[in-house]
């Protein structure tokens, strides 16, 4: 249903709050509408706060269902709800006079004397407000002199004369005419509310009889309708069971489509194409018609991009009427159109649907005319409403198939088509008008307005105020909303029971209910630790009360539940219900159990349905033990040591307890408490029998003495925390052993609660721990798109109480650790004397677990991968954009200033490659391209471009040719500077890949996007032209790397952008960050040995600083026998190094093996196989490894000069590096170094 208007202007994000108007100033239709839109958008917002999603007065609560075996049939209460803030009231049923005209019991006829309309099937009730007594029509009949008889069944009583038609959910005011579901199972009642649009078409009372009934103003109506929807169809559309329940359904929901995403919607003007160069003048373009129209997109049948279909019209489908006969095939409506303009006409394409259609959101039959005569329209073709198939009867369409009055509908689009069609590409409308679907779900009447404007030449629609372009905009409507209003099943016998009613009622405003604390909270009771199976009462009750303002509510009903602790009411239950007496106080009785020192309850008012009005109330209370009551020993020397009267009294006695308390743990006690009640101080060996243990939180065990916690080894015992990075926490204990155990915090980084990410945890996390040791255990963590977490963390340092706190040693020895994507094996800061051995770390296998879309929201992944899209960076030309051209082939690079285009250069290298020989060394590459250039100037043909460029020379000077056949003066013209011939590598070179340009300044870098996909982010750029010098260039640069994967519209159309996302999510796998990390502020003795690294970017890193400028150092670093299979996170993405050891007084890399993972499916070479940076001390070993993943063996840079005065120890001694133009090791400054027996092999 639509209106005759020019136009929507309501958008809500606007914050519009009046229409005013101005004198003198044209007054719109659009004006006064967006006025009454603003009015009723926040009547509704407003009653939305204040109720909720959902609402039903407790004093008249409409929509519930009851449930009638002898009808079969589901009666719907009279009363008011509220859907998203849109009240609905279902009124009273409709009375209907009554005589009984014959016979008795069930075979009584009765006679209708008055009253409305009436049918078989129809239910009667003698209840005035519809709630009992009810029977269904049957036989009903009307004669010739209008008298309506019928029967019932069951009987009514014989002495009736008055019945009332309740509602059903098979006959509503607003129904579709839907029959109940046969299949039994669980279904959810539904309240569905939305808005329906009113013409005098459809209710011609709205026409003004006094000026000779023309059209006005059209009106909207709220509508609902009560629908059932499964269970299994709601667990079919994603939601899990918990999310099905009474109370989670009243925070609102969709039974259609879930969390699916909406399909939205673009259109525009029609582009005109510049391609063809300033000089040609376009073809036409933007909105080309001479008449101002408003567009209508409507969808005609629902599904998700690939399966739904859409419907247009130009003038906002707004040329409608109705029939109410079909007489021989032919349509006899009741008006064809007020003019000739608007009227039906052979060749139109309309839609019929009746009133059940419209209520239902149903597609209406599709029909082109074939002739109108008079107000008779006979059919060409009529298609089905779902398929569009044509529908025949003996050739003709099949009228038969029709409803027998219905409403009809011009579409000047013709048939539905395809969203699909309009999602690829955009779609022609008419006269320049396009449209363009996106992703999601799409739902019959979804429908979209365009205001086309002649004097524009142009649509309204709104545009990124950055690029111009459409934005993607929801549905303008129909508003859909919906309110849980009963759980039913329907038996195998055909019977329905309401198992829950989910309405939530609210009082009126004058009647709130506040519910306050009345006593009982704080208290202490002595238990018997002897007797710790006994409860303990507690000396007063628990109370609460309830007030309306001053005035106590007497009858209500408080809950009081148990919340923490194992202790009972009065009823000898955890649970007890208590009604509130005439002083509005309700009270119970509560006994603590006899282990649990601190206990708690909950008391909550319910209402009417038995729900929760309101947040708990909470009632603390305590066993008064000597242990938890201070004690102070400043005038007793003798108890020095005792700061509790528990230990107070065992000093007296002679009973200090000292030694290790031993704890067995079974599986199904509640581990977790176990392990956190240790007291401060207290020594425990803890052993874990054989099962799994589950925690949904992190177990906190904090400021214990020496705690040796073990099982029976890997696979015997299991510990999984869900929803959390670490799941057992140690902070400032004297030691912790942990062994033969297995731990996994398998959730990946955006299931875990955002509170419990304080730091970088690991799923076995130490901080502030005097000792550390870890062996024989198996650890694994989840993934995520950015670095967050550690299978293991030991740490000093906290950055919460920005204190240090030395660990003096950490042993992890012979774990086996499994790495998520992009997270950390081992981290240890701050130690003394750490030793790392025997231990197997590995990134889960598979590809990278998430696909781009998460990457794209991760904000820390963003700016770092930003960041790589522009790599060596420099000021002003370089390379490339210089006029300086290039024969390139794989490593090796001639360049020169040349006159012949970069494309006829490449060109040339492509029809005439090298020999294998010819790339063997510099010599010999420079020997080839320059007999490449020879040959060009001896046959200018192999260029025709340099031919061309030879002749316009010849024409310039008159020569006609003279003097240019001579091949010294072609070589001269064809290179024009001297050739340079070097190695170039992608990393250290002097080449860029791109340069960009703006206001007179120039920025050069290397990207993995293109030089094309740059310039036209630049232009996109509002800030390109107020740029004033080369470092706001590269810095407006970086800004778009990263706006580019922020914003989806901005890379619209950048096919390297596209390219390379598509590649990282094809072509990426699962990884880990870096193997071993031990840095931090101190670093004493650190010893790698022995570890198996696989599919890791870094292997082994241990750098020791806090201070960029601080001389600090690690005193020893050894890192010996290790084997590392590394890898880059994708194909284009730097790899930096192996191993990285930062700041060290001596050093010794020894016997290590670092190759290439062969888990991709490409290959990337690292840059460097170690690096050692920073402040290096005087002895210095790498011996003995075999490096085989980077183009660089060794490198070594030091910002501590060393004088002839002051000599140095740096043995670089019989290394393997193998690779790709493979260089062996570089050291800077170039200090002397003892290079022995080191080997270089390119592969």
């Known amino acids: ?121 129809d239910v009667l009730s003698t209840d005035p407000a519809g709630l009992s007594v009810f029977v269904k029509v049957r036989n009903f009949a009307e004669d010739a002199n209008g008298v309506r008889t019928f029967r019932t069944t069951p009987a009514l009583g014989d002495t009736v004369t008055r019945a009332f038609r309740p509602a059903t959910v098979q006959r509503q005011p607003y129904g579709a005419g839907t029959p109940l579901p046969a299949v039994a ?25 006094a000026f000779d009934g023309p059209d006005t103003a059209y009106r909207e109506r709220t509508i609902w309708q009560v629908q059932l929807v499964a269970r299994a169809a709601l667990l079919a559309l994603g939601y899990q069971a918990s999310d099905l329940t009474c109370p989670a359904l009243s925070k609102g929901f969709d039974p259609v489509l879930a969390n699916r995403a909406r399909g939205e919607m673009r259109a525009r003007a029609e582009l005109s194409d510049l391609s063809a160069g300033p000089c040609n003048l376009p073809p036409a373009a933007g909105y080309r018609s001479l008449e101002n129209f408003l567009f209508r997109v409507e969808i005609h049948l629902a599904g998700d991009e690939a399966a739904a279909f859409y419907k247009w019209s130009r003038e906002n489908a707004i040329h409608r009427t109705r029939y109410r006969e079909i007489d021989a095939g032919v349509l006899v409506v009741d008006s064809i159109g007020r003019d000739e303009m608007t009227a039906l006409k052979a060749g139109d394409w309309i839609e019929i649907r009746d009133q059940a259609a419209i209520y239902g959101e149903a597609p209406g039959f599709f029909a082109r005319i074939d002739e109108v005569v008079g107000q008779r329209v006979s059919l060409a073709e009529l298609r089905d409403p779902l398929t569009l198939a044509p529908l025949l009867n003996n050739g003709l369409p099949d009228t038969d198939k029709l409803p027998a009055e219905a409403f009809v509908t011009r579409w000047e689009g013709g048939l539905p088509a395809q969203v699909d069609d309009a999602a690829a590409d955009w779609a022609d409308l008419e006269n320049g008008v396009q449209i363009r679907f996106g992703a999601g779900q799409y739902q019959p009447g979804d429908h979209w307005t365009i205001p086309a404007r002649a004097v524009s030449g142009d649509v309204e629609w709104p545009r990124n105020p950055v690029t111009g372009e459409p934005l993607p905009k929801p549905a303008e409507g129909p508003r859909r909303n919906y309110a849980a209003l009963a759980w039913l099943v329907l038996d195998g016998a055909g019977a329905w029971t309401v198992t829950e009613d989910c309405r939530p009622l609210f009082p009126p405003i004058t009647r709130a209910k506040q519910v306050l604390y009345a006593g009982g909270d704080g208290q202490e009771a002595l238990d018997d630790p002897l007797n710790a199976a006994a409860l303990v009462p507690l000396p007063k009750e628990l109370s609460v009360a309830v007030v309306r303002g001053h005035k106590p509510v007497q009858g209500e009903t408080i809950r009081f539940t148990v919340a923490e602790g194992a202790g009972q009411f009065g009823n000898g239950m955890p649970t007890q219900e208590a009604t509130t007496d005439g002083t509005g106080v309700a009270s119970v ?365 010849g024409d310039s000077f008159g020569t006609h040719g003279e003097g240019l056949d001579n091949t010294k003066v072609r070589t001269t013209l064809l290179v024009s500077s001297d050739p340079v011939v070097q190695r170039f590598d992608a990393r250290s070179g002097a080449e860029r890949q791109v340069v960009v340009e703006a206001n007179g300044q120039v920025v050069a870098f290397d990207s993995a996007f293109s030089q094309k996909d740059w310039t036209t982010l630049i232009s996109r750029s509002g800030s390109a032209a107020k740029i004033a010098n080369a470092d706001e260039l590269l810095g407006l640069s970086y800004g778009l790397a990263k706006k580019v994967l922020e914003d989806a519209e901005l890379r619209a159309g950048l096919g390297s952008v596209q390219n390379w996302l598509k590649g990282l999510e094809e072509n990426s796998v699962s990884l880990g960050a870096q193997g071993i990390v031990c840095g931090g502020r101190r670093m004493d003795n650190v010893a790698i040995r022995g570890n198996a690294i696989r599919a890791f970017q870094v292997g082994v890193r241990v750098a020791v600083s806090h201070m960029r400028n601080a001389n600090v150092r690690a005193r020893s670093v050894s890192i010996d026998d290790n084997r590392m299979e590394l890898m880059a996170p994708y194909a284009q993405a730097y790899a930096g190094y192996g191993v990285l050891v930062g700041n060290v007084d001596t050093l010794r890399i020894r016997g290590n093996e670092m190759a290439l993972s062969t888990r991709p499916n490409f290959s990337r070479y690292f840059a460097q196989g170690i690096r050692i940076w920073g402040f290096i001390g005087h002895q210095v070993l790498v011996a003995e490894n075999r490096i085989s993943m980077a183009t660089m063996g060794i490198r070594l840079v030091s910002v501590v000069a060393f004088g002839d005065e002051d000599p140095h120890l740096w043995v670089f001694r019989e290394n393997l590096i193998e690779g790709p133009g493979i260089r062996g090791w570089k050291v800077t400054p170039s200090w002397p170094l003892v290079d022995q027996n080191n080997l270089t092999r390119s592969v």
């Open 1 to 121: 249903m639509t209106g005759d208007i020019s136009r929507k202007t309501f958008d809500p994000v606007k914050d519009f709050s009046l229409v005013g108007m101005q004198q003198g100033r044209l007054f719109t239709d659009a004006d006064w509408n967006e006025q009454g839109d603003i009015l009723r958008a926040s009547d509704r917002e407003t009653a939305a706060d204040i109720i909720g999603p959902a609402g039903f007065p407790e004093d008249d609560a409409g929509f519930g269902l009851i449930p009638d075996a002898g009808t079969g049939t589901l009666m719907i209460t009279p009363g008011t709800g509220y859907v998203a803030g849109v009240g609905h009231v279902l009124r009273w049923p409709f009375g209907f006079s009554l005589t009984r005209q014959s016979g008795t019991g069930g075979n009584a006829v009765w006679r209708l004397d008055d009253g409305g309309e009436l049918a078989d099937d």
């Open 589 to 953: 009785t509560f006994s603590l159990d006899g282990t649990n020192r601190v206990q708690r309850v909950f008391a909550q008012r319910l209402d009417a349905a038995g729900t929760p009005t309101h947040a708990p109330i909470s009632f603390n209370a305590t066993l008064a033990r000597a242990t938890h009551v201070s004690f102070n020993p400043t005038n007793t020397p003798a108890l020095a040591l005792a700061n509790t009267v528990q230990k107070a009294i065992e000093a007296l006695a002679g009973l200090q307890h000292v030694g290790c308390t031993t704890i067995v743990i079974q599986p199904g006690e509640d581990w977790a408490a176990r392990l956190e009640g240790l007291q401060p101080g207290e020594n425990a060996s803890i052993c874990f029998a054989r099962g799994t243990y589950t925690t949904g939180r992190t177990v906190e065990m904090t400021g214990l003495g020496h705690i040796r916690i073990s099982g029976a080894g890997p696979g015997t015992v299991q510990i999984l925390a869900y929803r959390t990075e670490a799941a057992i926490a140690f902070a400032a204990c004297a030691s912790v052993v942990v062994s033969g155990l297995e731990f996994a915090t398998p959730d990946s980084n955006s299931a875990v609660d955002p509170g419990r990410k304080i730091h970088r945890q690991g799923t076995l996390d130490f901080g502030h721990c005097d000792a550390v040791e870890v062996h024989g255990c198996t650890l694994s963590c989840g993934g995520g798109t950015s670095t967050e977490r550690t299978c293991l963390t030991v740490r000093g340092y906290s950055e919460t109480l920005k204190s240090l706190r030395v660990t003096q040693s950490v042993r992890i020895t012979n774990n086996s650790l499994t790495v998520g994507n992009l997270q950390e094996g081992i981290v240890v800061t701050d130690a003394v004397d750490v030793d790392v051995s025997g231990n197997i770390l590995t990134a889960k296998p598979g590809k990278g677990s998430l696909n781009i879309k998460a990457f794209l929201s991760d904000k820390v992944w963003r700016a770092a991968t930003a960041n790589s899209f522009i790599t060596r960076p420099v000021k002003g030309y370089v390379g490339r954009g210089t006029g300086f051209k290039e024969i390139g082939v794989k490593e090796w690079r001639m360049t020169f200033d040349s006159p012949v285009p970069q494309k006829d250069w490449d060109a040339l290298v492509a029809t005439n490659p090298p020999a294998a020989a010819d790339l063997k060394n510099q010599e010999t590459f420079g020997r080839w391209a320059q007999g490449l250039v020879a040959s060009v100037a001896e046959n200018p043909d192999r260029m025709p471009v340099f031919r061309k460029q030879l002749k316009r020379l």
């Open 185 to 209: 199972g669980d279904y959810l009642a539904v309240l569905k509310s939305t808005d329906l649009i009113v013409t005098a078409l459809d209710e011609p009372l709205l026409r003004e009889v």
